[in-house]
């Protein structure tokens, strides 16, 4: 049996992402179910089109289920209704607006009030916060939320305007980060806290801290528990990641597609949650397990050859 994940992003550009991947392939080979990768790169204009095609050459090459990362939660309806109804099952990560067979959702709103929870242990009321959001993706903007409810629970200040594209660092990687991160850093002087959606834009905000001189207390924390966040946090240069569990999150989708895919179910739209996770800080670091410790991982078969 083979299953089609369309992947957002290129492998090794985005940790996090490639280890959704590994989590799904890890549950669908325990299953016997070879697992093959196309990406539809979500930074491209065409990217909805490129989606589709992906879709379509899935079900032209008799796959037996097709695994997407809603991005667009209206795109791509059509492609998808045409490959259900061809009789290729279709799953996703996170929930979009058309129907599919089975998805899973992230609890990102909870993800960004545990950050605020955690961020208020460690400034005064009324600090001066600046969040940076990700990507206009329904995930990330409904953590960036979280932030938001969390911050003004605790009487935090957040000064900036997130929908401002000079703060928003819409690649999904390092660089991105490191532009919006320049752009807060010389408009608001004074700041108390940072608090970059995800890990690749927290690294991005550390090299502009290096680059323009970081304010004497500043706090750090961003989302994702990803490798080289962790090593920021035990080096005392963030003052956490979430780590939202990837190899996780990958093994409870897996697990809905091999119910349907070879348990036979019909799903019919049943939606999963993936793991919430917890704060990675100095004080529980030690206790923080690798992700590629979590599950077994092997390099993506790229191609439906």
């Known amino acids: 049996m083979r299953v089609l994940y369309v992947s957002p992003i290129e492998e090794d550009e985005n940790p996090g992402i490639d280890m959704l991947g590994h989590g799904l392939d890890h549950a669908l080979a325990t299953a016997g179910i070879d697992m093959r990768v196309v990406v539809a790169d979500f ?5 909805v089109a490129g989606t589709a095609a992906a879709v379509e050459a899935g079900v032209a090459a008799g796959v037996d ?3 997407l990362y809603t991005l667009a939660p209206d795109e ?16 996703t990560f996170t929930r979009p607006r058309y129907p599919v067979d089975a998805s899973l959702a992230y609890p990102n709103f909870n993800h960004g009030l545990y950050m605020a929870d955690h961020l ?24 960036v939320i979280g932030i938001l409810h969390g911050c003004d629970l605790h009487g935090l200040r ?12 819409a690649t999904d990687v390092e660089e991105g980060g490191h532009a919006a991160a320049l752009n807060v850093l010389a408009d608001f002087p004074g700041l108390d806290a940072l608090v970059p959606y995800n ?26 528990g990803t490798p080289r966040a962790v090593e920021n946090v035990r080096a005392g240069r963030a003052d956490g990641t979430w780590d939202l569990d990837p190899p996780g999150m990958g093994t409870a989708l897996g697990a809905l597609v091999v119910r349907q895919v070879v348990g036979g ?13 917890r704060m990675i800080t100095r004080e529980n670091a030690d206790t923080w397990v690798p992700w590629e410790r979590r599950i077994d991982v092997r390099p993506f078969r790229v191609g439906l050859d």
Request: aromatic content about 4%.
């Open 199 to 224: 890990d690749e834009t927290m690294l991005g905000v550390l090299r502009a801290l290096d680059e323009v001189g970081r304010p004497d207390g500043i706090r750090l924390l961003s989302r994702n």
């Open 265 to 277: 179910e019909r799903l019919d739209g049943e939606v999963g949650m993936s793991p919430v996770g």
């Open 158 to 169: 957040v000064v900036n305007d997130v929908h401002d594209p000079r703060y928003r660092n």
């Open 120 to 143: 208020a242990t460690l400034v005064p009321r009324g600090a001066a916060v600046a969040v940076i959001p990700g990507p206009d993706v329904s995930d990330d903007t409904e953590e």
């Open 65 to 67: 289920g097709i695994v």
């Open 76 to 91: 791509p309806a059509a492609a998808v209704a045409a490959a259900r109804a061809a009789g290729v099952p279709v799953f």
């Open 43 to 47: 930074r491209r204009e065409d990217f």
